[in-house]
């Protein structure tokens, strides 16, 4: 049983290697079917291997009393790959959006907003609320003759119309920082936590060396 076990092991932490791979080259963790096919594919593997070596270990005088061993196969792997491979899936997937800050969530935009500033335009296209963090999905076209600059890192707020402001998230966002001339550019800002709850509207600040372009009055859903 340890070689089924071990072998059902090593299909789901492949599986598991994959979605969090993918995790980091998408938009977020997928949905909940991209996760349990690796543990289905772990599970039907020890289900085979569990009954094949339940059958083969029986004697031919009692090959017809195959039902307690193959109970017992039956029962650590549902145990062991079932409930464990779940749960193990459930903590891994659980992890992987709050490493990367690409959870799932509910868009609280009412309406885009924009600004523009020196032939620079930003729009904010997307409000997510996650389970620890918000995420604001930006629109920058660049009209101007030069190239701009927006880091993030101590440049990037995302401020109630109560005052309080969540400070940019430079690893857990998506972004780019220059966006050359004539082009237009789309990335994710991720800060880390919300906003009070009851809040209707919101601003987004961005710096771009001594210019700050502030698209407010953004409508948020309570």
């Known amino acids: 049983m340890a070689r089924v076990l071990t072998i059902a092991g090593a299909v789901l932490g492949f599986g598991l290697l994959l979605n969090l791979a993918g995790t980091f080259l998408a938009s977020g ?8 096919v690796p543990l289905t594919i772990a599970l039907v593997v020890a289900m085979v291997l569990a009954l094949m ?9 009692r090959a017809t009393r195959l039902d307690v061993p193959i109970i017992t196969a039956m029962i650590v792997v549902l145990l062991g790959v079932g409930v464990g491979g779940f749960a193990l899936t459930g903590g891994v997937k659980y992890a992987a959006g709050y490493i990367t800050g690409k959870e799932s969530g509910a868009d609280h935009l009412i309406k885009p ?3 523009s500033s020196d032939g620079v335009t930003v ?21 101007g003759q030069q190239s701009v600059t927006l880091p993030l890192d101590g440049n990037a707020a995302f401020t ?11 690893f857990r966002s998506q972004w780019t920082d220059n966006i ?10 991720t800060f880390k936590g919300h ?4 809040l ?21 859903t309570n």
């Open 160 to 170: 109630g119309s109560d005052g309080n402001s969540l400070k940019a998230d430079g």
């Open 200 to 220: 209707n509207a919101a601003s987004l600040t961005l710096k771009a060396g001594g210019t700050t372009i502030a698209v407010n009055s953004i409508p948020l």
């Open 29 to 36: 963790p997928g949905g909940a079917l991209r996760w349990l």
């Open 113 to 115: 907003g924009a600004k």
């Open 195 to 198: 906003l009070p709850e009851g």
């Open 123 to 143: 729009t904010v296209e997307n409000v997510t609320y996650t389970s620890h963090f918000t995420r604001v999905e930006v629109t920058v076209k660049n009209d």
């Open 53 to 61: 070596d339940a059958v083969g270990s029986e004697q031919p005088a």
């Open 180 to 189: 050359a001339a004539g082009a237009t550019k789309r990335g994710t800002v």
